[in-house]
């Protein structure tokens, strides 16, 4: 293909925050060039007449009732933390290169 | 030229279940860090959502409660962040087809109505919380993440930028947590973070239909600091726009301490959250009669009760609100209504003294039974006791429940009245006073409030300063 997608490439990557080597960007750029050609040929199916959907099962979600069920322990919770500082998962700081975007913050 | 301020809101609020939106940890707060914990909200491999039927529930109601647009079918998304406080790296929330759509709510400021519209109402995931070491978020070195509120139902309501000012904002807001109390969504805790809100605020020319650069105000921690806040961002925006300037757009904390919005320096452009349908949760289909079971289950609204407390008792507008925002309050007054008819006597003790006493006594209003505070107006109205006393009894009754019915009897702090027990009286108070007595007979007023107060103190409070006033006239002739 002869459009060039290294630059879709870099954004993504930089959202993903992955650090990809100029060999790297040049295959996944073709890579993306290919997703893309088979998406577009997808878009030429004949969908007229037929209801868009997100899911491919075709169901009812299942609801629970609102019931505590036991949580883990603390230490179970804590075990695959890369830091931790008394009962917390410790974390760098987030203000230095990045702006918060916490939920609900 | 002159500006006009348009703000809209976004308000976040956490719903009122035991167990959390995905998994069966508990929600309470103030546990001890990362206790409430599982793999699903911990987003450990493997873990998969399912929904609790509650939070659904309430989310409905919150929503109908506002007049939204319930959809059949909404569905959830991924939204897609790095930021330590969700623990999968990415949020369920909704976006292309949120639960509600539209809403809104009247609300009165200075005399006039005012209708502030919602955009949408969506159900999503709350985060965990963060904590900055340091003093603030701004160069903290470290945070430290408990992610017990993580999951938590989280209701999002975004409405239209119909705001004009702070105090519309804050007005806003107080009705808004008042709805949601009422309809048992959320307990709405400010202070426990149960209920927050950030806002969109920008300046246009007044009258102009165009919307201008907007910024957003986060970290507004009481309904004060809101109106204050967005009240200092208008004129720091204004002062910038009178100047020639222009407005970045961008994110600005509100500092509390300093009492001005500081803007969150941020390398990164515009946020790209790449939404996606979430694949581990289906669409959720909600049919009408789910619909309007809730719709047919809600409380009576405050703006309904409002209106029905000044017609069904004649109170007035103050009244109403009053017992409105608090509705504990206004439930005690519409239980003592029950057996006691003289509703304007009843609401002025409620409101006044009894309300004093409360805060003196630091007892809640749900302590109270009505029907002894109805026994003690009674009282007062047979006149079996004076107002002093009907006071005393009062406090004795909000704090000990004591009825004080019975206090009167034990304490015989029935009134005392009639010429026969007081004449002694009167009598014992001249011939002790009889400088008093004499200044009285040579038209000094003042001298007979002396010899009132002088038999009252003897009667311990309980003969009626009124009665006595005229038998000391009547005792001692000018």
């Known amino acids: ?105 | 030229m002159a500006y006009e301020v348009v703000i809209g809101l976004e308000i976040h609020l956490e719903l009122q279940t035991c167990s959390k939106l995905f998994c069966g940890c508990g929600t309470a707060f103030g546990q001890e860090p990362n206790t409430n914990c599982c793999p699903v909200c911990l987003g450990l491999p493997g873990s998969l959502p399912v929904f609790n039927r509650r939070a659904i529930e309430l989310a409905v109601t919150a929503a109908l409660a506002l007049n939204g647009d319930i959809q059949e079918e909404s569905r959830f998304d991924r939204k897609n962040y790095f930021y330590p406080d969700l623990p999968k790296a990415y949020q369920i929330s909704q976006f292309e087809r949120p639960l509600s759509r539209g809403g809104c709510l009247q609300i009165e400021v200075d005399g006039n109505r005012r209708e502030i519209r919602l955009e949408r109402i969506h159900l999503e995931e709350e985060a965990g919380k963060l904590i900055h070491s340091g003093d603030s978020i701004m160069g903290s070195e470290y945070s430290l993440v408990d992610y017990n509120r993580a999951g938590i139902p989280l209701l999002e309501i975004v409405t239209a930028p119909d705001i004009a000012s702070g105090r519309e904002a804050r007005i806003f807001l107080e009705d808004l947590r008042s709805v949601l109390l009422y309809s048992g969504a959320s307990d709405c805790k400010m202070e426990e973070g149960s209920l927050r809100c950030d806002a969109n605020i920008s300046l246009r020319p007044a009258g102009s239909e165009n919307l201008g650069t907007k910024t957003e105000v986060k970290n507004m921690n009481s309904f004060r600091s809101v109106e204050m806040a967005l009240n200092y961002e208008a004129e720091r925006q204004e002062n910038i726009l009178a100047a020639g300037g222009k407005i970045t757009q961008e994110t600005c904390h509100w500092d509390e301490e300093k009492k001005i919005t500081v803007p969150l320096r941020s390398k990164e452009g515009s946020s790209d959250y790449r939404y996606f349908p979430e694949p581990d949760l289906l669409p959720l289909a909600l049919d009408s009669s789910f619909i309007k079971n809730i719709a047919a289950s809600l409380p009576e609204m405050p703006a309904a009760r409002r209106e029905r407390l000044k017609e069904q008792y004649g109170l007035s507008s103050k009244e109403a609100v009053l017992f409105t925002t608090n509705r504990q309050l206004g439930d005690f007054f519409e239980a003592a209504a029950q057996t006691y008819s003289s509703y304007k006597n009843l609401a002025g003790w409620v409101q006044g003294d009894l309300m004093y006493q409360l805060r003196e006594s630091g007892r809640s209003i749900e302590e109270i039974d009505p029907l002894r505070f109805v026994e003690l107006l009674k009282l007062l109205d047979k006149k079996d006791i004076n107002r002093p006393v009907a006071k005393e009894l009062l406090a004795e009754m909000v704090l000990n429940g004591t009825s004080p019915e019975k206090l009167v009897k034990e304490k015989s702090l029935g009134r005392i009245s009639g010429s026969d027990r007081l004449q002694p009286l009167i009598e014992q108070v001249i011939a002790e006073n009889p400088a008093a007595a004499e200044n009285y007979r040579r038209g000094k007023d003042k001298a007979l409030a002396y010899l009132v107060g002088r038999a009252m103190a003897l009667t311990a409070g309980r003969a009626d300063p009124g009665e006595l006033t005229k038998l000391f006239k009547e005792q001692i002739s000018r």
């Open chain 1, 1 to 105: 293909m002869s459009v060039d997608f290294s630059k879709e490439v870099d954004y993504v990557a930089a959202l993903a925050r992955l650090t990809l080597e100029p060999e790297e960007k040049k295959r996944m750029a073709g890579q993306l060039s290919d997703i893309l050609d088979t998406a577009r040929r997808i878009r030429e199916l004949d969908t007229e007449g037929v209801e868009p959907t997100s899911h491919v099962i075709n169901l009812q979600p299942v609801l629970r009732d609102d019931e505590t069920r036991p949580s883990l322990t603390l230490n179970r919770v804590l075990q695959n933390a890369p830091r931790r500082q008394r009962d917390f998962f410790r974390v760098p700081s987030i203000t230095a290169n990045r702006q918060p975007e916490g939920a609900g913050e």
